[in-house]
């Protein structure tokens, strides 16, 4: 499916292109990062711009601001790809998109960027989403994209527990062993950890300047435990000091990835202002998508 009558080359010049997407975490799909067996979501929607475009993947530098991990679903998900060409129109390359990628993943919002925005080193934080089911009975609605816990949880501990990660702080204990090309600097900045109910469901907020790889499940597994009244809230700053996983895993382990939702991708004013000339911002054909579709996000 090639673009007709959209785009024109631009002269010795190129242009950003930045994308706003949501996915469900499916057992097909091995998360964000590229790889093509199994595939990722960025695959999928590399093949989908290639497909359009027809330019080669070594020219579109597509790139995500989060590397979502397999199971874990995202509504503020943002990328952006490099183009030789001036768009005409944003909503036929949206419109091509979703007609090309597969029903659990879809473009949300497509704008032009200016060249010094980049979707991973650009964000100033990111904010996820961990949801918990804290009743007798799952609610079989929401199995999908929330963790059951039929063990009636301390909300008030967990609380207290979660403000101890709120600061700079090396996260070495609370990080695993990377398996892709990740190198990681274990000193992040959490900037909130709100836990919040809502009846039988539990939301636990963070926000961070960035997180390593399986914190936030790693943090919220210690979290469930302290709300058991397993462990005191005193254990986290007692792990952090450690720097090392060996020591939360004596306490607990990664908590499962279906209840993680990257709900946000937060940036500069700056680094959101539109190029001048630029088409105007596509949000859909019809424009209804305003909010997540998971349930209570």
Sequence with gaps: MALKHALTPLINSKASVSLHLE?????????????????????????????????ERECLHFVGASRT????????????????????????????????LPSDIRVREISAATPEFHARFSAKSKVY???????????PFQRHYVYHSAYKLNTAAMREAAK??????????FVNASRNDRVPDPVKTIFRFDVIEMGPLIQLEVEGSGFLYRQVRNMVALLIQIGKEAIPTEIVPK????????????????????????VSVKYNQEHLLLPSD????????HHTITKCKLPFY
């Design 164 to 173: 101890m990660f709120i600061g700079k702080h090396d996260f070495s204990a």
């Design 69 to 100: 991990d397999t199971g874990v679903h995202a509504w503020g998900q943002v990328a952006h790809f490099i183009t030789p060409f001036n768009y005409d129109s944003l909503e036929t390359i949206h419109a091509a998109l979703n007609g090309l």
């Design 278 to 285: 630029c088409p105007t911002t596509s949000f859909g054909r």
């Design 129 to 139: 989403h961990y949801k918990i089911y804290n009743d007798t009975i799952m609610d």
């Design 239 to 262: 792990i952090l000091a450690t720097l090392d996983r060996r020591e939360l895993a004596k306490y607990a382990l990664s908590a499962p990835p279906h209840g993680l939702c990257l």
């Design 23 to 55: 996915y469900l975490a499916s057992p097909s799909i091995s998360g964000w990062q590229f790889q093509v067996s199994p595939p990722t979501i960025q695959c999928i929607v590399e093949k989908a711009l290639i497909q359009i475009t027809k330019l």
